[in-house]
């Protein structure tokens, strides 16, 4: 008899990402590295540089938008800054294959505060989610969310933290109900870090 596939899956290559086709897969970890001179640049910005947005529409049409953001906050176009753009705009052309439609949402937004700090379930159909700058997005071991969503801030149980740079796609409620896996962005208020999140989620033909 075949084991159980797990509902979260793990790797160091992309592909995994593709594992959430699986109906019993609803979280993918994407383990990744990106280039140390990257991580210096992000780290030495102040909070009013890191560029942020808000776009629904073609994945195709990321790219210049990341671009424009970032002349925004005054960025000069170094190869830190190319690379962040051309990051963003590789993983929402990924992301809009997986989901199979030309079009995503997108927030990418510098966080400084205990946004969405609570345990909850995304109720989307999926997202992907990266940290660029910061703590990354802790999630719980399925067995432990009763718990946690009862104690919220109480809850003293086992947490997994996404890494930096790390990708996680998440099955929302949309398509995997009370299975979808709970988690929470990091509580950093007081802490004097600033996080620099994206934020990808599918566009439902619905609304």
């Not at 594992?19 to 897969?25: F, H, M, Y």
């Not at 002349?71 to 590789?90: F, K, M, N, Q, Y």
């Not at 989307?124 to 660029?132: A, E, I, M, P």
């Not at 067995?143 to 104690?151: G, N, S, Y």
């Amino acid at each position: 008899m075949p084991s159980p596939v797990p509902p979260v899956v793990e790797g160091d290559s992309r592909p995994i990402l593709s594992r959430l086709r699986e109906p019993d897969v609803t979280l993918a970890v994407w383990h990744r590295s990106l280039p140390l001179q990257l991580a210096g640049w992000l780290d030495s910005l102040p909070r009013e540089r890191l560029p942020e947005a808000q776009f629904t529409g073609p994945a195709a049409c990321v790219a210049q938008r990341a671009a424009s953001v970032c002349d925004l906050v005054g960025l000069p176009d170094t190869v830190e800054r190319r690379a962040l753009v051309s990051d963003i705009a590789t993983l929402a052309q990924s992301f809009a294959r997986l989901v199979g439609s030309p079009d995503i949402d997108l927030r990418l937004e510098a966080v400084d505060h205990d946004s969405c700090w609570r345990f909850h379930r995304d109720h989307v159909g999926l997202r992907l989610n990266t940290t660029y700058r910061g703590p990354g997005t802790q999630w719980l071991p399925p067995e432990h969310a009763p718990r946690a969503l009862r104690a919220q801030r109480r809850y003293r149980g086992p947490l997994n933290e996404m890494p930096r740079f790390a990708v996680g796609v998440f099955k929302g409620v949309e398509r995997a109900g009370t299975d979808a896996v709970v988690h929470r962005s990091p509580p950093v208020a007081g802490t004097g870090q600033t996080r620099l999140f994206l934020c990808l989620n599918e566009v439902r033909e619905d609304g």
